[in-house]
């Protein structure tokens, strides 16, 4: 599936052993794969975000944004799961031959999905998926799942621009609640509602790369300085920033976004375990 990635100045490192780092802890979780691909455990349910594999972000595999860096832990090595999460219908979050290699490897999963995009996975097999509207929630196990909105768009052709809902995800547990931002830009309103409504919350994982030029990503994309702002609007305890180092796909550096982002923390006076950068593979506990 990967093939040849191009290397770039400012990729992430990788930990040397993703399987056994994660496997050496035993409380509530958080593993950075690559891109906005997170693995997540705690209330007793293990779950992946937006799981991005392929060597393009693109139709066909053959062309869009090329992968920078392969991935530090592959589908064949990720533990057993219990749902997984799509935001959107862009390439690189919604990767269907890496969605396929998971089913395959793990029929039992559930996948959920914003409306409009089931029907993407159902033709390739996938029938443990189901799809919500922004404001909905379901209980797997001993967690909720909120579909949440986010300040974004959908599109995989030429004809079908916003003809499937774009989320957000919040998962609420009696010890920990999660929430993963998927793609979005600046919506001061929903972070601050959202913030209400379901936090304070335990982590968010929120994106801080593909923000230049910033007249064209900045309605859609955070950038770190954002990131930190939706964060707190969120009431969120700890960041992650991801979203960044793994795909080529717009203007800035690619070991730009961390850099802002550890200067925005500290700008806005967070300690340094309030606002994570990860290596790729990386596991810490929350």
């Given amino acids: 599936m990967l093939g040849l990635f191009r290397s770039a100045e400012g990729v992430p490192d990788a930990v040397a052993d993703p399987a056994g780092e994660l496997a050496r802890h035993s409380e509530a979780t958080v593993t950075w794969v690559n891109h906005a691909t997170v693995l997540v455990r705690h209330d007793g349910v293990r779950y992946l975000t937006d799981p991005a594999f392929s060597n393009r972000a693109g139709p066909g595999g053959v062309v869009g944004a090329r992968r ?3 991935p530090p832990l592959g589908i064949a090595g990720l533990p057993r799961l219990d ?8 390439y690189d979050h919604l990767d269907l031959p890496a969605l396929r290699e998971l089913h395959r490897r793990q029929p039992h999963v559930r996948f959920l999905v914003p409306l409009g995009n089931a029907a993407l996975l159902r033709e390739e097999g996938i029938e443990r998926v189901s799809e919500h509207d922004w404001g909905e929630r379901v209980r797997i196990g001993a967690v909720e799942v909120h579909c949440l909105p986010a300040q974004h768009w959908s599109q995989r052709g030429l004809f079908d621009e916003k003809r499937a809902l774009w989320s957000s995800w919040a998962v609420v547990g009696p ?10 830009g600046l919506h001061v309103p929903t972070f601050a509602a959202i913030g209400r409504a379901l936090g304070p919350f335990d982590l968010a994982a929120l994106p801080i790369g593909a923000y230049e030029p910033a007249a064209m990503m900045r309605a859609v994309h955070l950038d770190p300085e954002e990131a930190v702002d939706a ?3 969120l009431d969120a305890r700890r960041i992650l920033g991801i979203h960044w180092g793994t795909y080529d796909l717009t203007d800035e550096p690619v070991g ?5 982002f550890q200067a925005a923390v500290a700008a806005a006076g967070l300690g340094g375990d309030q606002g994570w950068v ?3 593979g990386e596991t810490r506990e929350f």
């Fill in 83 to 90: 749902f997984v999460l799509v935001s959107h219908n862009h």
């Fill in 256 to 260: 730009e976004p961390p850099v802002r």
């Fill in 175 to 184: 010890e920990r609640r999660v929430y993963f931002a998927g793609d979005t």
């Fill in 231 to 233: 964060a707190r609007l």
């Fill in 68 to 70: 920078l860096v392969p």
């Fill in 278 to 280: 990860f290596r790729l």
